[in-house]
């Protein structure tokens, strides 16, 4: 599920099943083919598009692209995003954050560190299962390691602290 923002004022969520697009469980019949250099061609209800990517930021995953000659802002938000975010640990937050919370309920199945390690942004803290998905929690900062308040095979509730930073 891709959380997508346009312009700042239209909102869509869509989803990648076989190779086709959906929204609200629909599919979008569309025929997109790669030009070069960023650009691309596609035909949505027999009508012809040009697009390009004029910009890209990856860190906060935005870009700008070009549709017949047209710009738009997009935002794109995966649902590791949505469970960054829901962890107070979203990009944009401009907090540097101090603990790791479960963003859901679920076991503990694996962790990754050590009280008093050194981390670097994106190194792999924890497994959580939840919902039959095993779900790798990620560093979204550099720090070192203050307090694990969990252990293996442990279960928890959304919003417990798992981690603690120093």
Not at 7 to 20: C, K, W
Request: no cysteine; glycine share 8%; net charge negative.
């Amino acid at each position: 599920m891709y959380k997508i923002k346009v312009n700042e004022q239209y909102n869509f969520d869509l989803s990648a099943v076989n190779d086709s697009l959906q929204h609200d469980g629909v599919n979008i019949p569309v025929d997109i083919r790669d030009l070069k250099d960023g650009h691309i061609h596609f035909l949505y209800q027999n009508k012809s598009y040009n697009a390009e990517v004029v910009s890209e930021d990856h860190e906060e995953k935005t870009s700008v692209i070009k549709i017949n000659g047209k710009l738009y802002e997009v935002a794109i938000e995966d649902q590791f995003d949505s469970l960054l975010k829901a962890m107070g640990m979203g990009a944009g937050s401009g907090k540097v954050a101090r603990e790791v919370k479960a963003p859901m309920p679920g076991l503990v199945l694996n962790i990754s560190v050590t009280e008093g390690q050194e981390i670097q942004k994106g190194d792999s803290l924890l497994v959580l299962e939840a919902m039959k998905m095993e779900n790798m929690l990620k560093s979204a900062t550099e720090g070192k390691i203050k307090k694990i308040h969990v252990a293996t095979g442990d279960k928890v509730e959304k919003n417990q602290v798992l981690i603690e930073f120093a």
